[in-house]
């Protein structure tokens, strides 16, 4: 019978009559690294020189073999006279069962059946049956066993991604799920992230995905300093693409072309083969509700913001700067070498541009004031009720068309009891206050629930004193990851 070792995991030794060899068995340290050494060759002889100069590297020769003559003899006194083998110049062992020649035995079937899914799956399950853990290298001084622990590694990572694709060909989402995370565990990686985001993704549960690249994002970030690869960002852009009206969100008024502009350049700047960095100016006026433009283009591509731009939120790669007045050279120049230093997309809004423009830093979105008709809708949505053609413009003169402006003046007017209903709608109010211009009073104090882009540059949910805003549908995918 032959002797038995098992290496991967906690490792157990049976000698050639079954029985457990003991830790004290091998007397010292390296007499055991160097069984191991040998079990790694499966059966190929191992040059002596290599050996000694790898055990034994500041003992002169003489010295060296007489150490590893004494080291073989005691793994000869172990597991049988016969088990290690003079060849040549070199050692090798025989008629021992080593668990990690089996698993790689089995990772060269698996490359050979590549093409059948179902014997990848098979065989991949079995491998993982016969990987009880790295190689043990903690009380090793070793270069050889480190290297080992290193590439049995990788092999059982790229087993468990081939299994993962391949039972994504069967439609098995849940074992392709398994397998994926099951590779992050061991090393969280672009690759095993973009195989978990698939079978989430497959599985309806787009907010996972999210999370998985999230997380993903992060872990580079704080380990490396690095950002995901562009295929990983690409196929994260591809599942949020595929779900936009997911997670629901509030609808704006009149800013739907600006928030596409803003989010194309975002997904622009993400893709970029030097990672994500970039500017994107919002030029508009104070109250034109640049700032809800910007989160609400993020949270289209489910991004999380950074406000102020010096934050950390939650790793996040988009930084929302405050109101930067008239844009000049040389806050172009300033905010440019931040993105480029950060790996981070800015967002920054400004009143005016310069003459010559921006040249080539960044993407420019103008944010102007509300055509009449979106106008007349945003009034229509703060009073919950339709306004005359004359409030209408009014409000549109007062505030320049300017969402933010519209919002507080037309809160305003409530309040102060200057508008009344009348058969078109809601009126300015005559001098002398009614009982309805006290109900409309009344009416001013129930809390609604308003978006800032449109009350103005607030990014948060307010109440009355912002924009009233709709709630647009689930996603069927997405819902289900809820």
């Not at 491998?127 to 290193?150: I, M, P």
């Not at 809601?426 to 882009?453: E, H």
Request: charged share 25%; hydrophobic share 40%.
């Amino acid at each position: 019978m032959p002797a038995f070792a098992r290496l991967l995991g906690p490792g157990q030794i049976h000698d050639s009559g079954g029985a457990v060899v003991p830790a004290a068995a091998w007397r010292t340290t390296k007499t055991f690294d160097l069984f191991r050494v040998l079990a790694l060759a499966e059966g190929q002889p191992v040059p002596m020189s290599k050996l000694t100069h790898l055990f034994w590297p500041t003992a002169d020769t003489e010295r060296a073999g007489t150490s590893l003559r004494t080291a073989t003899s005691q793994i000869r006194k172990v597991l049988g006279t016969e088990t290690v083998e003079r060849v040549g110049a070199g050692l090798a062992l025989r008629d021992v069962w080593v668990d990690v020649a089996a698993y790689r035995a089995l990772v060269g079937r698996i490359e050979e059946v590549h093409d059948q899914p179902a014997q990848v799956i098979h065989l991949a399950e079995e491998s993982e049956v016969l990987y009880g853990g790295d190689l043990d290298v903690a009380d090793a001084d070793c270069r050889v066993l480190t290297e080992a622990r290193d590439e049995l590694r990788r092999q059982r990572i790229q087993v468990l991604l081939d299994a993962a694709a391949a039972a994504g060909r069967c439609a098995d989402w849940h074992r392709s799920l398994d397998f994926a995370q099951r590779a992050g565990t061991v090393e969280p990686s672009d690759r095993s992230t973009r195989a978990v985001m698939r079978a989430w993704f497959a599985m309806g549960e787009t907010a996972r995905c999210v999370e998985e690249f999230e997380r993903l994002r992060r872990h580079l970030a704080d380990t490396y300093g690095i950002d995901p690869s562009a295929q990983t960002r690409a196929q994260y852009l591809q599942v949020v693409r595929s779900c936009a009206e997911w997670p629901p969100r509030e609808t704006t008024v009149g800013r739907e072309s600006e928030i596409r502009q803003v989010r194309s350049a975002l997904e622009a700047f993400l893709l970029g083969p030097d990672g994500p960095r970039g500017v994107v100016w919002l030029v508009g006026e104070p109250g034109s509700g640049r700032e809800t433009v910007a989160r609400d283009a993020a949270r289209s591509l489910m991004l999380p913001i950074a406000y102020p731009p010096a934050g950390d939120e939650a790793g996040a790669i988009v930084e929302l700067f405050p109101d930067q007045g008239a844009l000049t050279p040389g806050l172009m120049a300033m905010v440019q070498g931040l993105a480029e230093d950060r790996h981070r997309v800015a967002i920054v809004p400004v009143s005016r541009m310069p003459r010559d423009g921006v040249g080539g830093c960044g993407a420019v979105v103008e944010v102007p004031p509300l055509g009449r008709h979106d106008f007349r809708r945003l009034v229509a949505l703060v009073l919950q009720a339709e306004p005359t053609d004359q409030l209408a413009e009014e409000l549109h003169a007062a505030t320049g068309g300017l969402p933010g402006k519209a919002c507080r003046e037309t809160r305003r007017r409530l309040e102060a009891g200057e508008l009344t209903w009348a058969p078109a709608g809601v009126d300015a109010a005559p001098s002398t206050t009614t009982r309805r211009a006290k109900a409309l009073r009344a009416l001013a104090t129930i809390p609604f629930v308003f978006l800032g882009v449109l009350g103005g540059e607030s990014g948060v949910l307010v109440e009355a004193t912002g924009m009233v805003t709709e709630e647009r549908g689930r996603h069927p995918a997405a819902a289900a990851g809820h």
